[in-house]
């Protein structure tokens, strides 16, 4: 079965409750989560991949239980964070993208030739030789994706990837993420980018209070925060 | 070390990194035994030689290797008080060519070759040492370079916007507080690429 599952899932910051009793059944190929800061969505989101852990309840990604079997979870989840700048690790571009691959085991010639469809794919075969440092924050956040895809997992999480970019790059990142052939979770405050999605979910106080299609569910959000 | 790797396909560009290293390690300990002055003079001319054949552009050459002249600037009146011309010249001619070679390396091999020679050279060690996590502590280090000079900038500009410059507590507070969280934000960027053990 796949799929992402939330089954009555809280979560406490300390004695802050950011996720109620949630519970959501994620099939559509892509859904949008909306919400103030501090609503949860951020949190919901990385309970997805297992970088947080419910207080109460489970999350299950393609039948498995996320606090059970992280590492084979996290195989299938690619997770894109807003700033790039932390999730590059390596020192130039074309490493950067390889390191994913490093613990895949692959041979020498197989893993070159996926690193290099990666950064044509995201228009980053220039730049391959390129200290990451010194990239532009749209082409940073290019690499991250190109890293991330390169392991070509189902699922792929990104929580607010545009918010550090200006219009144009946040269009291309856009772009890039509508023609995903993976089951897609975006969080974003920036509505456009989830108008064609196929379901959203608005968050508030750490509850899911819309889930709808976009036009219904981002009316709600406008009007919840007006 | 960061960012200042050339690109190019020379014979030093593509040779192995273990064997750069190793011809690295052994021309310095020669250079270190050598006690006249012409044959260092001979050894500069090799190194020269090797940065014409890696075609590195002169500048970025020379920036690796300026700042040791500024220590000699100093380190040399000093050696020629106590030890007279020639000792000082030696290890003037010593230091410039240990410090060129490596920059001859550093210029023509990425991070990344360097980090599987480390590996390589551990593998023997490996019931001991896990290379794999010392390849990534070694990048990660590399990495977070750049990183931490660009907090030390924002952090900076951010104490001039408000006018409160001069105060060490308000560079150095912001600093560890936002590096931790720069650490942790790393680390689970780590996680979610499956490196989480």
Sequence with gaps: MSGIVFEGVSHDFGAERVVEDVSLDLRERRVGIVGANGSGKSTLARMINGLVAPTAGRVLVDGLDVSREARAVRRRVGFVFTNADNQIVMPTVREDVAFTLRRHRLDRADAATRVDAALARFGLTELADRPAHRLSGGQKQLLALASVLVAEPGIVVADEPTTLLDARNARRIARYFADLDQQLVVVSHQLELLEDFDRVIVMEHGRVVADDVPGVALEAYRTLIS | ?197
């Design chain 2, 1 to 197: 070390m960061i960012g200042v790797f050339h690109p190019g396909t020379s014979v030093v560009h593509r040779a192995p990194a273990l064997l750069k290293l190793a011809l690295l390690a052994a021309f310095v300990t020669a250079t270190a035994l050598v006690v006249s002055l012409p044959w260092l003079g001979a050894a500069s001319v090799v190194v020269a030689l090797l940065f014409l054949v890696a075609r590195v552009p002169a500048r970025a050459a020379l920036r690796q290797i300026v700042p040791i002249l500024w220590l000699l600037a100093f380190a040399m009146p000093v050696q020629v008080l106590f030890g007279g011309w020639e000792a000082a010249g030696v290890m003037a001619l010593r230091l410039v060519i240990a410090v060129a070679l490596a920059a001859v390396y550093t210029l023509t091999t990425p991070v990344s070759a360097t980090l599987d020679a480390m590996q390589t050279l551990l593998r023997p060690l490996r019931r001991w040492i896990d290379a794999d996590r010392v390849g990534l502590a070694l990048a990660l280090a590399i990495r977070c370079v750049p990183l931490l000079a660009d907090l030390v900038r924002e952090v900076m500009e951010a104490r001039k916007a408000r006018g409160s410059e001069g105060s060490l507590l308000s560079l150095a507070v912001p600093v560890i507080v936002r590096s931790l969280r720069t650490a942790e934000h790393l680390g689970e960027a780590l996680t979610a690429r499956g490196f989480d053990d």
